[in-house]
């Protein structure tokens, strides 16, 4: 087992209606990674919080290159290896995780909240995580929260682990009494982004903003009927379900990529909240022309340039759209593992006309129509990258952009920069 799934092939083709792209659905072997690969991002996010695989050699080994370089002190997260004898069911291997998370716990007086993330091999033994988390959060409480979700590939791909994750913590979250609308946004969004997003709902007067996952386990927000909930990611809807139960509502709106992405985004919560137009442009206006500016220089770069996304993240439809309207890019074909329509339906409306869709992936089949379209852009996992570079594509790799802050005003020129950087490096190969 790796940290790439495979599925059985099966493809079917489906015709939208007239407003909408036609979708090219297909279910055949995908590469992608799978959802444990989110610990990368969300363990420096939650700073009190622990992620424990519960894998095989295989799942540390896809943390350790996924996260490698990027360790520098004592990690928040960690994998406790089933060994063969617990793999064969000669040895308790909830004994085994007891005291893996002992000696963890005692060592680690920091940690006041602990994730059990589920991996394929602790699937495949049918090892009960949710019970473990119960009975350790009953052992460890008040001190440390015990939570559980799965991050294994035969459940999940890459960004999914982050919704697993978000979605363990809503049963959590305290119940907001408040007769008054709360903004809460969900998604993990860098520090800084975070903060220059509060600066922005601050000035429009939108004093009372919370943001799911917080900073720190103690500080959980509180969800009722009075929650609007702004998407910062398209990639939680599990976690969305969950808040809806809790009485939340979703604003639609695109997500805050570029310039214009953000100033959509902030303005459906403006619009969600009764703040006047003038009050919104002045909160935003310099923001958003400082932004205009810093990608002006990308244009020359990438304005006509074509690019095949192939399904990975789940941004690559924002991303398209953002790529095309504000950098004239010419999307082929925009891939992606699921298109959540609840969610995508303001970023659909704004992707250029015949563009391909295409959800899910039959591999294989993509690789010739990457091949036949011969992108200058190609956005494809790790796994795909190199060898489509040997054939002379020039690619880039969909993980950089969940590691890196992308969201926000002061980050739009930074994500285009992502997208010229390939070319920038053809370039210098070529002289
Ligand atoms: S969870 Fe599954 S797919 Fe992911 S690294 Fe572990 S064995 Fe591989």
Redesign the pocket.
Known sequence: ?????SLLPERATAKAGCTEPAVIRERGQHEV????TGIVWMHRKIQDAFFL?V??R??A???QSAAGVMIFAEPRFGTAVMEERDLAGMADANEELDKVVSRLLERRPDIKLLFLVG???SEVIKLDLSRAASRLSAQYSPDVRVLNYT????ETTFTEGEDRCLASLVPELPQSRSKAPELLVVGALADVVEDQFARLFGAMGLGKVAFLPPRRSRDLPAVGPNTKMLLAQPFLAETARMLGERGATHIPAPFPLGAEGTTAWLKAAADAFGVDPMTFRSATASAEARARRALEPFRETLAGRRIFFMPDSQLEIPLARMLSRELGMEPVEIGTPFIHKAHLSEELALLPEGVTLSEGQDVDRQLDRVRAASPDLTVCGLGLANPLEAEGLTTKWSIELLFTPIQGYDQASDLAGLFARPFDRRTRLRV
Do not use: Y
């Open positions: 087992m790796s940290g790439t799934v990674f799978c959802g444990l695989v894998g095989s295989t799942c080994h896809l943390m991996s394929c091999p991050g294994s590939g035969i």
